[in-house]
Nanobody
Framework: VQLQASGGGLVQAGGSLRLSCAASGRTFAYSNMGWFRQAPGKEREFVAAISWTGTATYYTDPVKGRFTIARDNAKNMVWLQMNSLQPEDTAIYYC???????????????????WGQGTQVTVSS
């Protein structure tokens, strides 16, 4: 699966952004999808994941209640709606995919096969 993330930008604290991930490849509909982020000087960290059916989601604790992951298999799209953004959310955000048989609760980046190029999100205070 080839992935391309977009939608990042500069936003003030408390604002919102919606990230998009466009996928190509016939296995997308059977891939669990995730969003990760990497801040300068830090390791890449898990943000959210959604099952290939779209019926299950999983979030890291700092974004619960603020971020929402969604997908549309007919459109080959995954989104990350980010509300109430804070400066600590500043990072490059990546979408990623892995086979549907791998649990979305396994947040290890190595479990994901496919990665997009990343989109920068900057939240000013």
């Amino acid at each position: 699966v080839q992935l391309q993330a977009s939608g990042g930008g500069l936003v003030q604290a408390g604002g919102s952004l919606r990230l998009s991930c466009a996928a190509s490849g016939r296995t997308f509909a059977y891939s669990n999808m995730g969003w990760f982020r990497q801040a300068p000087g830090k390791e890449r960290e898990f943000v959210a994941a959604i099952s290939w059916t779209g019926t299950a989601t999983y979030y890291t604790d700092p974004v619960k209640g603020r971020f929402t992951i969604a997908r549309d298999n007919a459109k080959n799209m995954v989104w990350l709606q980010m509300n109430s953004l804070q400066p600590e959310d500043t990072a490059i955000y990546y979408c990623a995919g892995k086979p549907g048989g791998r649990a979305i609760t396994d947040t290890t980046p190595a479990t994901y096969n496919d990665w997009g190029q990343g989109t920068q999100v900057t939240v000013s205070s």
